[in-house]
């Protein structure tokens, strides 16, 4: 069995089945297709909760959206995760006042690398950074060095308050 991070993966935004369905449409028409960020988003999203299962974190989406992203728990300890995904391979960007503003503990900066619809995951970066340490709205790779996602890192975030 291979671990999460040596797979690579393929995902699409919509079913590219050519048949017709019980209700008539054909298959293959986009329902309600997904923007680009949207997928991105989501993808990083997934990316940080199968990676921190790694480190016997459970993670999960709260089932309504309250500002933040994912809830992880390891032991008895909570966390809120916030989570930013690019495609960017040199920097991440966001907007830092917004996230002042909001209630989290973590901030999970993801880089997704694939080509086109497919995902290599063993090649993407997860960076986890204190909401303490977040001080700016751009970050380049070789100054997140030290966030990466490992079980230092892990063990920091999630140690008892």
């Given at each position: ?39 991105t988003c989501t993808v990083g ?85 204190p909401k303490e340490a977040v ?11 030290k966030h990466e996602l490992n ?11």
């Amino acid at each position: 069995m291979h671990s999460v991070s040596e797979a690579t993966l393929a995902f699409s935004t919509h079913f590219r089945h050519s048949h017709q369905s019980p209700n008539g449409r054909r298959r293959g028409d986009k329902m309600n297709p997904l923007e680009e960020k949207m997928v991105t988003c989501t993808v990083g999203e997934l990316l940080v909760q199968l990676r921190l299962l790694e480190y016997d974190v459970q993670a999960a989406p709260p089932l309504k959206d309250s500002g933040n992203d994912l809830i992880a728990i390891k032991g008895r300890q909570f966390r809120a995760v916030q989570v930013k995904a690019t495609r960017d391979a040199n920097s991440f960007t966001f907007k830092n006042k917004e996230l002042k503003e909001r209630l989290y503990d973590v901030l999970a900066l993801v880089q997704i690398v694939g080509e086109g619809q497919t995902l290599s995951l063993n090649e993407c970066r997860i960076y986890l950074i204190p909401k303490e340490a977040v001080l700016k709205g751009h970050y380049g790779a070789k100054e997140l060095a030290k966030h990466e996602l490992n079980r230092a890192v892990v063990d920091a975030l999630f140690a008892a308050r």
